[in-house]
């Protein structure tokens, strides 16, 4: 059960990822670039990030480089806290999101990195870990 119960959260992890980094894209990149140096992020790390949660979100979905990307993406959700998030609270104000999604995106991303995939991923199939 606790394979399943893993493949399930990572999947649902991987699909939200994947998505935001799709939008990142789909919305024009220049838009995010463009907030990123608004909070003194250099614009070109737009990016980067979107390519880690696209391709780490897929990645993460099919259970391949889990670690890597788990770490990854946490250290994505780390940098969003602490630049953009941290300043308007645990559950957001005036309209704006807080940090409490970020925190827990960014956790689900550290058990995988930790934890590795689980016997249902590509990573088992492939090269015999978890």
């Known amino acids: 059960m606790q394979n399943i119960g893993s493949t399930i959260l990572r999947v649902v992890l991987g699909i939200i990822f994947a998505v935001h980094g799709f939008q990142k894209f789909q919305g024009g990149i220049s838009y995010t670039a463009d907030f990123f140096d608004s909070l003194g992020i250099p614009g070109f790390m737009a990016y980067i990030v979107a390519i880690i949660e696209l391709v780490g979100g897929i990645s993460?979905?099919?259970g391949?480089?889990?670690?890597?990307f788990g770490t990854l993406l946490t250290i994505t959700m780390i940098v969003a806290i602490?630049?953009?998030k941290l300043?308007?609270?645990?559950?957001g104000a005036n309209g704006?999101?807080?940090?409490?999604l970020d925190l827990a995106l960014g956790a689900m991303a550290l058990f995988f990195a930790f934890a590795g995939a689980s016997s249902l991923s590509l990573d088992a199939l492939?090269?015999?870990k978890e």
């Open 82 to 84: 602490f630049t953009a």
């Open 96 to 100: 704006l999101a807080g940090y409490e």
């Open 87 to 91: 300043s308007i609270g645990f559950i």
């Open 126 to 128: 492939l090269f015999g």
């Open 60 to 62: 993460i979905i099919l």
């Open 64 to 68: 391949l480089a889990t670690r890597i």
